[in-house]
């Protein structure tokens, strides 16, 4: 089958023209991002795969259908880019990745915490200056500390088993409770319980209507002085604006976040030598308790693998009329 696959980096074309080897769908790369715009490449691709980023809006995929696109392929998790009804009415099929990544992303929601509270990143720094003072680098032990973790699927209870070993509380939030969390001594609360009792919150929720901006003034309001945020899922689950508010007054200790709002004209490109316009962007990198990675949290040789292999079987699913386990529909409106 002939795939436009757009969004593509030098790790994208080598791991998937490594999958792809043993089945010969004919991959064709294109660098530039998904949008209405550049959607007339796809004309007389009969599957499109995608990335984060793309823009996957009704508009878009008009164009892409009328080009005579039947498949869009994510090789991620999330979805949220997509206009799934706008797809269905096509007559599209939407696929994606579910898990690839769970410990890589788990992984590096503890790199953060352990980088946030040490002051590791701080300490490289002055040690490479010469600087060997421990002023300004006190931590605190995590044994006995509580850790709330909102969303509990897989990275969730990987995260909840990391930190369960550190000899942490666990509070937990879902709308689905995970019987393997609670067997860890994980315990289920109500967000309000969560914010006033967690000394660390941890985001791995998908981003809905529902969770859009769930950190914001009111959630920080009722959160202890001091604590800590670590965000690795979606950027819009928290109110950036909010959360620079509760950095100056204190009550967030620390931010660490792998994600960001507006993180889709800044992320996964090079502007090292340009000027960045955005200015809540610019502000969040001035203060010295927030760590930001740029969404490199699922970014592992063995993700990219499991990335690979899966978008490739899910092309071969749709091209053989075969069911697919990764197809995603629009929710039935109440």
């Not at 200056?129 to 850790?147: A, I, K, Q």
């Not at 969040?284 to 499991?306: E, M, S, W, Y």
């Given at each position: 089958?002939?795939?436009?696959?757009?969004?593509?980096?030098?790790?994208?074309?080598?791991?998937?023209?490594?999958?792809?080897?043993?089945?010969?769908?004919?991959?064709?790369?294109?660098?530039?991002?998904?949008?209405?715009?550049?959607?007339?490449?796809?004309?007389?691709?009969?599957?499109?795969?995608?990335?984060?980023?793309?823009?996957?809006?009704?508009?878009?995929?008009?164009?892409?259908?009328?080009?005579?696109?039947?498949?869009?392929?994510?090789?991620?998790?999330?979805?949220?880019?997509?206009?799934?009804?706008?797809?269905?009415?096509?007559?599209?099929?939407?696929?994606?990745?579910?898990?690839?990544?769970?410990?890589?992303?788990?992984?590096?929601?503890?790199?953060?915490?352990?980088?946030?509270?040490?002051?590791?990143?701080?300490?490289?720094?002055?040690?490479?200056?010469?600087?060997?003072?421990?002023?300004?680098?006190?931590?605190?032990?995590?044994?006995?500390?509580?850790?709330?973790?909102?969303?509990?699927?897989?990275?969730?209870?990987?995260?909840?088993?990391?930190?369960?070993?550190?000899?942490?509380?666990?509070?937990?939030?879902?709308?689905?409770?995970?019987?393997?969390?609670?067997?860890?001594?994980?315990?289920?609360?109500?967000l309000g319980e969560i914010f006033a009792k967690?000394?660390?919150?941890?985001?791995?929720?998908?981003?809905?209507?529902?969770?859009?901006?769930?950190?914001?003034?009111?959630?920080?309001?009722?959160?202890?002085?001091?604590?800590?945020?670590?965000?690795?899922?979606?950027?819009?689950?928290?109110?950036?604006?909010?959360?620079?508010?509760?950095?100056?007054?204190?009550?967030?200790?620390?931010?660490?976040?792998?994600?960001?709002?507006?993180?889709?004209?800044?992320?996964?490109?090079?502007?090292?030598?340009?000027?960045?316009?955005?200015?809540?962007?610019?502000?969040?990198?001035?203060?010295?308790?927030?760590?930001?990675?740029?969404?490199?949290?699922?970014?592992?040789?063995?993700?990219?693998?499991?990335?690979?292999?899966?978008?490739?079987?899910?092309?071969?699913?749709?091209?053989?009329a075969r069911p697919c386990a990764n197809e995603?529909?629009?929710?039935?409106?109440?």
């Open positions: 089958m002939k795939v436009a696959v757009f969004s593509t980096k030098t790790y994208d074309r080598q791991f998937l023209s490594a999958a792809n080897s043993p089945i010969q769908h004919e991959l064709v790369f294109f660098e530039p991002r998904l949008n209405r715009d550049t959607a007339i490449l796809a004309a007389g691709f009969p599957a499109v795969c995608v990335f984060v980023h793309d823009q996957v809006d009704a508009p878009t995929l008009k164009i892409l259908a009328s080009g005579g696109t039947r498949l869009i392929v994510l090789r991620c998790a999330g979805f949220n880019n997509v206009d799934l009804t706008a797809a269905a009415e096509l007559g599209i099929t939407v696929v994606r990745v579910p898990a690839y990544s769970p410990y890589g992303v788990a992984e590096h929601a503890v790199g953060l915490i352990l980088s946030l509270n040490r002051k590791i990143h701080r300490a490289y720094n002055r040690v490479r200056e010469g600087n060997f003072s421990l002023e300004g680098l006190l931590g605190f032990n995590l044994y006995g500390r509580t850790v709330g973790i909102i969303g509990t699927g897989k990275i969730g209870l990987i995260l909840g088993n990391i930190m369960k070993g550190f000899g942490c509380n666990i509070l937990a939030y879902d709308v689905y409770h995970n019987p393997e969390l609670e067997a860890l001594g994980g315990s289920y609360v109500e967690s000394d660390i919150i941890s985001l791995h929720c998908p981003l809905t209507p529902e969770t859009h901006h769930l950190i914001g003034s009111d959630a920080i309001a009722q959160m202890k002085p001091g604590m800590m945020i670590i965000n690795t899922s979606r950027g819009a689950l928290i109110n950036t604006q909010a959360v620079i508010e509760g950095l100056k007054s204190g009550q967030i200790g620390y931010l660490g976040v792998d994600v960001y709002e507006q993180e889709s004209e800044l992320f996964f490109e090079d502007l090292s030598d340009e000027i960045i316009q955005d200015d809540v962007f610019q502000h969040l990198t001035t203060f010295p308790n927030v760590l930001i990675t740029g969404h490199q949290a699922f970014f592992t040789a063995d993700a990219l693998r499991n990335i690979a292999d899966t978008t490739l079987a899910n092309m071969t699913d749709f091209e053989q995603i529909r629009a929710q039935p409106q109440p």
